[in-house]
């Protein structure tokens, strides 16, 4: 069965950085697009970047552009998202999705909380 | 971007009977591969998004088929029709149409 587990996120400074991971198993992970989604405390998700089966196309919500970078290792089946220059507004927690325009399965989140 | 207006905000409901929740789109959710991106999510409190119907009115494996999605363009319902305790939480439409994807506000129901 299709399976996501997020990890890597925890408390940081405002200007910090942090990197999480996804961990895909349960299907052929080259066949997809995968995604990037949070949700802050008490408000609705939120789209924040996806990047294509080759990592040739990808995307940016304006709110991290320029600060987050998504990638993707293919060969350990697993989706990264580095998060430069954290805010408050940051604070949330990130799950990582299949097929942006579908998102059918979600992994639990991993929480990170941006502040001094 | 496309905002994703559902109403109502709070739907309380009386077990046993329906509910109906609204989603407006500010523009048509057709793909130019011709499918409609239009889905509907329920959250239960601490818990992830789980996905009911994609594409408008495609039930998910498992979900109930008290469970239906409908409408096109710019206007979609997600229809209950015999509330179950279960489906107490926070409903959200989603749709993956245009960049960046958006979601709807949420409609929190509840048992009255």
């Known amino acids: 069965q299709v399976q996501l587990v997020e990890s890597g996120g925890g408390l940081v400074r405002p200007g910090g950085s942090l990197r999480l991971s996804c961990a895909a198993s349960?299907?052929?992970?080259?066949?997809?697009?995968m995604t990037w989604i949070r949700q802050a405390p008490g408000k609705g998700p939120e789209w924040i970047s996806y990047?294509?089966?080759?990592?040739?196309?990808?995307s940016y919500a304006d709110s991290v552009k320029g600060r987050f970078t998504i990638s993707r290792d293919n060969a350990k089946n697993s989706l990264y998202l580095q998060m430069n220059r954290l805010r408050a507004e940051d604070t949330a927690v990130y799950y990582c999705?299949?097929?942006?325009?579908?998102?059918?399965?979600w992994g639990q989140g991993t929480l990170v909380t941006v502040s001094s | 971007d496309v905002v994703m207006t559902q109403s109502p905000l709070s739907l309380p409901v009386t077990l046993g009977q329906p509910a109906s929740i609204s989603c407006r789109s500010s523009?048509?959710?057709?793909?130019?591969?011709?499918?409609?991106?239009l889905n509907w999510f329920h959250q239960r409190p601490g818990q992830s998004p789980r996905r009911l119907i994609y594409k408008v009115s495609n039930r998910d494996s498992g979900v109930p088929d008290r469970f239906s999605g409908s409408g096109s363009g710019t206007d979609f319902t997600l229809k209950i029709s015999r509330v179950e305790a279960e489906d107490v939480g926070v409903y959200f439409c989603m749709q993956g149409a245009h960049g960046p994807f958006t979601f709807g506000g949420g409609t929190k129901v509840e048992i009255k």
């Open positions: 999705t299949r097929e942006p325009r579908l998102m059918g399965y």
């Open positions: 990047i294509s089966p080759s990592s040739n196309f990808i």
């Open positions: 349960g299907f052929t992970f080259t066949d997809y697009y």
């Open positions: 523009q048509n959710l057709v793909y130019s591969d011709g499918n409609t991106y």
